[in-house]
Every structure is written in structure tokens, then in C-alpha cells.
């Protein structure tokens, strides 16, 4: 996300119950390579990377940049989140002039069905709202992805519209602050 001036970029490390939210660090790396190349989480992201060619493209680094959250359990990355500006030629928005933050998410598969990816996100919807007050926040997944379509009613998402993108069905929804489910 290109973070307005006056959110301060990393934020002090966020930690729930289970996990810790906090910036990436070079530790990292490996989680990262095995993350996009992952063939289950490729599934829903348009295919897994070839690691030869994530292990080429991966800085020292990954993920070293404003709105970007490593997700940590017991000290080892299981996933991240990402808040990003939506780019204005994508279809879906909600406000006229678009670049409307969005909430992205990917985790490891090992993590998946323990509700880490909801503990995480609710964290940095907190997160997000005490530092972008106002902000719209939206959310694109393919409808073919029913964990997170559930996972987006369960924060409190919900739909505006569904459209053709990337070869398959996108469900678009938005962010509200007062839904019951959220936080």
C-alpha cells in the first residue's frame, strides 16, 4: 500500500492470542519462496511460481514494504498479509476516484483449517482502522475459494459485486465497520 504520510511504516509487532504480526525479516525468505510455490496456494493465485525463479526474484528481504505483515507462529512465518492500494484498471470499487486499500492474505497450507488466517486478519483490521480512520478497505477472492469467502463474511465483508477476472469468477466485497461480524 502506499501508505498515507502519516502512518508510520512497520508498526510495532501485533500479537494475538497465537500469533504475532510484524514486519518481514530476512528469516523469512525460505516461507516466502515456499509459499509462492506452494501448488495448493497456487490453486487460487494463477498457478505456483517455479522456485528456481522465486529463489532469483526473492530480495534478501521479501516483503519489506508498507502494509505488508508477516503472520508468525512460535517464531516461523505461516503467512502474510497485505494491504495494498487497488489499482484503479482492475474492476471493482468503491469510490470514484478508486485506490481504495485492500486486504490480501496467503498462508501456508500446513496452516490452514486452525483459524490463524482469521485471528491474523482481525488483528490487522484493528490495526487498520485505528491508522486509516475512514479508510474504504475492500477484499477480491475467487468465488471458487470457499475458505475465503467465508473468511471474508466472518470479518465482516461484504459483497458489492461479482465479475470475470483472470479467467474466473471474483467475488468483490467491502469492509464494514460497525457488521457484527467484524472484529
Not at 528456481?52 to 502494509?67: C, E, I, N, T, Y
Not at 507462529?73 to 503467512?79: Q, T
Request: glycine share 10%; aromatic share 10%; proline share 7%.
Amino acid at each position: 500500500m502506499t501508505a498515507p504520510g502519516s502512518v508510520a511504516w512497520p508498526p510495532a509487532a501485533r500479537r494475538t492470542e497465537r500469533l504475532v504480526l510484524r514486519a518481514s525479516e530476512a528469516r523469512d525468505r525460505a516461507a516466502f519462496i515456499e509459499l509462492f510455490a506452494s501448488p495448493e496456494v497456487g490453486t487460487y493465485i494463477g498457478g505456483p511460481r517455479r522456485r528456481d525463479d522465486l529463489d532469483g526474484a526473492v530480495p534478501a528481504v521479501p516483503g519489506r514494504r508498507p502494509g505488508f505483515f508477516v503472520v508468525d507462529l512460535d517464531g516461523v512465518m505461516i503467512g502474510m498479509i497485505t494491504f495494498d492500494r487497488r489499482d484503479a484498471q482492475r474492476r471493482g470499487h468503491v469510490r470514484p476516484e478508486a485506490q481504495e486499500a485492500e486486504l490480501g492474505f496467503l498462508f501456508l497450507p500446513e496452516a490452514w483449517g486452525r483459524g490463524y488466517a482469521s485471528e491474523a486478519c482481525a488483528s490487522a483490521l484493528e490495526w487498520f482502522a485505528a491508522s486509516l480512520p475512514g479508510e474504504p478497505l475492500v477484499l477480491s477472492t475467487r468465488t471458487a475459494n470457499d475458505r475465503a469467502m467465508r473468511l471474508a463474511a466472518k470479518l465482516g465483508f461484504t459483497e458489492v459485486e461479482r465479475f470475470e477476472e483472470y479467467g474466473a469468477e471474483q467475488w468483490f466485497g467491502v469492509w464494514s465497520r460497525d457488521s457484527p461480524s467484524a472484529l
